[in-house]
Structures are given as structure tokens and as C-alpha cells.
């Protein structure tokens, strides 16, 4: 690959051994920028493009992964923020590590259009696509975004033959009316290639960073989801015949 037209990837952070963000061990990339503002957002320091931590080439960061290819044998998950927001690095950082026949995989919340991003479609293993809500009012006051960018992808990911897992947020007052999850669950059932259906309980993880950045968080009396509503939850998803995962992963 021309150095002289490498694209630099502005990063937010990495981690090494995640077990949760694809098959196998994995290492973990978290690009910089998001358009989206997720009330629930435990990453709110990786919205602003301009607040990367180091600029990289993506083969800078195969020589990060292969100090560690041995432990992280099950390839490497990119995510944010957003990751597709930084569309030819990830393009570009994809296809090599795909050339070296490392698994990769991508976590996204789908907000931004994948039609011109067929080669970087190609060169992804594994799409985690969040689908936040089922609801286009609903999510856009939850994450200030479009839900049909997001299914737009889905779909388009689904046409392709891409294997993907889809996750859910589950937040108590937001995420949890039972005709929305039944929605959530017939549209993820529209989709081929669909591995697993995580739930995520809603968790106050973030809440700090919020306060640290002056911004104000809106789920301030919101409390972590019930064993019930997350048994619920999980349940009306599988009676929709979907693949959902008994834990968190
Ligand atoms: S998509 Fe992810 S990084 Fe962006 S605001 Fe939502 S939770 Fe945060």
C-alpha cells in the first residue's frame, strides 16, 4: 500500500484481551467523532472529531496488532464513537488487516449511509449494529439521529450476505415499552445473516464523564433495568425465533 496516500486515523483509545466485541480475544479501536448524542453514551470525550488522542496510519495500527496477534486471536473490532464517520481510514484499515487474513469487525450504530462503502462492506467479517429503538421519533430524541439511516444499512447488510449482530440498549422509560420491543424485534427479524441479539441493560457507567465534560445528563434518575424487564425483554425477542444471547455478549 502508497504510504503517501495513506489516510491518518484519528483515534480516541485502544485495548487489548475484550471478549465482548466479536469472537475470540480480541483488539479493541475506538475512532474518534460521532454525530450522534445517545443520552445513555458512556463515551461522550469520543463525540468531537477535533478531540482525537494520536493520529495513526492503518499500517501503524497492524504493527500495534501484531505485538499483540498472538493473545488477540480473534482479530480486531473498530469502534467509536462512530467508526464509519471516518469512512477512508476505515476503508483503508479494513482491507489491510482482511489482506493479512485477520478477522474484523466493526461496531456501529449505523448512522452514517454504507451505499458507497461497498469495498469497506467486503472487507468487514462482522457488523455489531446497535438498532436503538424501533420508533423514528422515539430514537431520534433518544440519540438525536435518523433511524432509517440506520435500518437503511441494516438492510443493505443484509442483502449482502454480512454476518451481524444486533444490539439493544435496554433503558427503563426509553427502551422498554413492550410494543416497541415487539417493533425492535420484527424488524430484526427482517434480516438475514443476524448471529445474535445482545440486550445491554442501561448502566450509569458514563454518568461521570458527562459531569467531567459540562454536559448535562438527562438519565440522571434512571436506574439500571430489572431481572424481570430484561428477562422480558429477552423473551419477546425470542419468541420472534431471534438468536438472543444469554448474557452480555
Ligand atoms: S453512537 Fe455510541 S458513541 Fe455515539 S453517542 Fe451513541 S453511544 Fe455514544
Request: hydrophobic residues 35%; glycine residues 8%; charged residues 25%.
Amino acid at each position: 500500500m502508497n504510504n503517501i496516500n495513506m489516510v491518518k486515523g484519528k483515534i480516541h483509545s485502544y485495548h487489548t484481551l475484550t471478549a465482548i466485541d466479536g469472537p475470540g480475544l480480541r483488539f479493541l479501536l475506538f475512532l474518534q467523532g460521532c454525530p450522534l448524542r445517545c443520552m445513555y453514551c458512556h463515551n461522550p470525550d469520543s463525540w468531537l472529531p477535533e478531540d482525537f488522542k494520536e493520529e495513526r496510519a492503518a499500517e501503524e495500527i497492524l504493527e500495534m496488532f501484531n505485538k499483540y496477534r498472538k493473545i488477540c486471536s480473534g482479530g480486531i473490532t473498530i469502534s467509536g464513537g462512530e467508526p464509519l464517520i471516518q469512512r477512508d481510514f476505515l476503508s483503508e484499515l479494513v482491507h489491510l488487516f482482511r489482506a493479512e487474513g485477520i478477522h474484523t469487525a466493526i461496531d456501529t450504530a449505523g448512522s452514517i449511509p454504507l451505499n458507497d462503502s461497498m469495498q469497506l462492506v467486503a472487507d468487514t467479517d462482522l457488523f455489531i449494529l446497535d438498532i436503538k429503538h424501533s420508533n423514528t421519533e422515539k430514537y431520534h430524541e433518544l440519540t438525536g439521529g435518523d433511524l432509517n439511516i440506520t435500518l437503511s444499512n441494516a438492510k443493505l447488510l443484509s442483502d449482502s450476505g454480512k454476518k451481524m449482530w444486533i444490539r439493544y440498549v435496554l433503558v427503563p422509560g426509553i427502551t422498554d415499552d413492550i410494543e416497541d420491543i415487539k417493533k425492535e424485534a420484527e424488524i430484526i427479524a427482517e434480516l438475514n445473516g443476524v448471529e445474535k441479539v445482545v440486550v445491554l441493560p442501561y448502566s450509569t457507567l458514563g454518568r461521570e464523564k458527562w459531569k467531567k465534560l459540562n454536559y448535562t445528563y438527562q438519565l440522571e434518575n434512571v436506574e439500571p433495568p430489572t431481572k424481570e424487564l430484561i428477562e422480558m425483554t429477552k423473551k419477546i425477542f425470542r419468541d420472534a425465533g431471534l438468536p438472543v444471547s444469554s448474557g452480555n455478549s
